[in-house]
């Protein structure tokens, strides 16, 4: 995984709530077994219209997503199945967080160990971020996770939560399997002191 | 004495390999992982390049259902003609036979939807931890188990080391007291719930259904209302096991037996929520005033009663859920304050991980004994396994489906997503009885109104949007 220390870049705002991950990236491409190359086909549904031309008045059509690596997004954002796609796909596209007012549980989880991350602002916050950006359409946010604050274009600085050890892993570039191996003592005695409920042989 | 606790507490605290710190999330031990074809070949991927092992083959199962076709079998053989969709499930063939995992491929008579069989095999059992990459692993807490979905990632962590990094979930109780009203099912009791507490309104929370109304259920409904706990945003859903629940797992072919089967009863005994265990919040339903619901929109919180009419955005409390509701009326070619009875619908799609069931299958078959799919509707019935398969074979409820001018397919997740082959076309709607009605969930440009089994054949021998209740 690469480190996420701090960035500075322009946004793309999907003002919509509750975007579930059918819609990040319809289930008919997740019969790949690769995680690479799925940034062709985020959004896919709402990026590209029947007759397979892009729609233009979708904001990761506009000349700003070619270059932003911050996606703004609303309320529950990732909702829906657990596929892993999801971030996959965002990040093979080009970003690197994301910013609302909430996330739903397990996409959270799979950003943050694929480096994508996910900020949570104050709805107040949030709003105004979404106000500066119309305004300023090339406006460019910062984000430190060691300090855990966003700076919105104009200037204003919002603390964002992020639980202790994810933060640790995504400034680090390491992930949590290698942490869980070195707790094989601790399994180990586990298993020892609990018997397994079934066995699938 | 010691501080009442909730079920989900009890089963936390006894799969702790290391308590959670303020840095460290809790290091929880997993019982059982359920993998299938479509979230672990980059999890294997991992395990290979970083020349790690399966820890506990012995505690793993896989089969086959996201990707499968439900095309009726040739000399008993089920032809994957799509390329990609062979691709995966010959890659998770070779998985499970270089790693040592017990596979229910397609040629095994056990292969269904992964949260029908778990529970059909007698696997899933009170007190357990289950993950599996799918997040509709909510369907198990339905035994007074801790089930919850995971990603390919973590799908990897639990194939080297059996455990995951967890912090505490909050606890939520969903109380619904009361008798079910005639025509009123498990499905029309969470739709109501997701409903009243919105499509991420339980987003950190671990649902815990109680009251009367739940423990009059069986253990397929109880699986329909836990299934669904996740369209609600939570992290799982579970109910406290009972007799109802031992009942079910007795005899099956990997439930415990002889001596250890009344050891496990008695142990199941302690798995309920202590007397004054307090909960982060408690929502009440009442069982008594419910009417067959079905969604309106396009996720799984947009729901109506059957006879109710379309919500108008403008009465909306806030400008971001007035745009939602407003998308989603656009979407489904809907407008404010029009009533859903009577809408014309193409398909009837009965299956998925929430409705597919002997118990499912026999109450559509109950309302389409007699009668024929309405002229112009495409009805499919797809069992949730190869078991449920045959049990209904042996009923002869394949007959009266057949009969009737639908469908009856091969076992798997078929049409709830929409990537085997069954899928809706750009803009047909569907009575669904599966768990998700998010924009082309069911296939590009489709439209899905989700509803119980009792609505969806209602629906198909009338050809529209209909109500169980005013059929003779």
Known sequence: MEPFTTLTSSCVVLAAENVDTDQIIPARFLKTIERRGLGAHLFADWRVDERGQPRIDFPLNSLVASEASILVAGHNFGCGSSREHAPWALLDFGFRAIISTGFADIFRNNALKNGLLPVTLAPTAYVSLVDQLAKSLHARVTIDLAAQLATLPDGSAHAFPVDPFARHCLLNGVDELGFLLGEEIAIAAYESAHPARVSTR | ?472
């Open chain 2, 1 to 472: 004495m010691t501080k009442p606790s909730t079920l989900v507490d009890k089963i936390w605290n006894d799969h702790v390999v290391r308590a959670e710190t303020e840095s460290t999330p809790a290091v929880l031990y997993v019982d059982l992982h359920l993998v299938h074809e479509v979230t672990s070949p980059q999890a294997f991927a991992e395990l290979r390049r970083r020349g790690a092992r399966v820890r506990r083959p012995d505690l793993t199962l896989a089969t086959m259902d996201h990707s499968t076709p439900t095309t009726p079998r040739t000399r008993g053989r089920l032809m994957v003609l799509d390329p990609q969709a062979a691709a995966q499930l010959e890659q998770l063939e070779t998985n499970c036979d270089e790693f040592g995992i017990r596979l229910f491929g397609l040629d095994d008579s056990r292969q269904g939807i992964v949260h029908v069989i778990g529970p059909e095999q007698g696997l899933t059992q009170p007190g357990m931890t289950i993950v599996c990459g799918d997040s509709h692993t909510s369907t198990h807490g339905a035994f007074g188990a801790l089930a919850f979905g995971i990603g390919t990632s973590e799908v990897g962590y639990v194939l080297a080391t059996q455990t995951l990094l967890q912090r505490k979930p909050r606890k939520m109780q969903v109380r619904i007291d009361g008798a079910l009203p005639r025509g009123v099912t498990a499905k029309d009791i969470i739709l109501a719930i997701i409903a009243k507490i919105g499509v991420g309104g339980a987003t950190g929370h671990v649902l815990e259904y109680t009251g009367s109304a739940i423990r009059a259920l069986g253990m397929e409904n109880r699986m329909t209302i836990c299934n669904m706990s996740i369209e609600a945003g939570a992290r799982a859903g579970l109910i406290a096991p009972d007799d109802t629940t031992a009942e079910y797992i007795a005899g099956r072919p990997f439930a415990p037996a002889g001596t250890l089967w009344d050891a496990a009863v008695e142990r199941w005994k302690q798995l309920v929520s202590d007397d004054g265990a307090s909960y982060d919040r408690t929502v009440d339903l009442r069982a008594d005033t419910l009417a067959p619901m079905i969604t309106f929109g396009t996720n799984p919180s947009m729901a109506i009663p059957i006879d109710g009419r379309v919500p108008d955005p403008d009465a909306a409390q806030t400008g971001a859920e007035r745009a939602d509701l407003d998308k989603a009326l656009r979407y489904m070619a809907l407008e404010p304050g029009q009533p859903l009875l009577g809408r014309a619908v193409d398909v009837v799609f009965v299956g998925s991980c929430t409705n597919s069931r002997i118990s499912d299958l026999r109450e559509a078959a109950a309302v389409m004994r007699g009668r024929q799919v309405a002229p112009g509707v495409r009805m499919l019935v797809v069992p949730g396994s190869r078991n449920v398969k045959s049990q209904a074979e042996a009923e002869g409820l394949d007959r009266i489906f057949m009969a009737a001018g639908a469908e009856w397919r091969e076992a798997g997740c078929s049409m709830c997503i929409a990537m085997n082959g069954d899928q809706l076309a750009p803009g047909e709607s569907a009575v669904s009885t599966s768990n998700r009605n998010f924009e082309g969930r069911q296939g590009k440009g489709g439209r899905t109104f989700l509803a119980s089994p009792l609505t969806a054949a209602a629906t198909a021998v009338t050809g529209a949007i209909a109500d169980v209740r005013s059929l003779s």
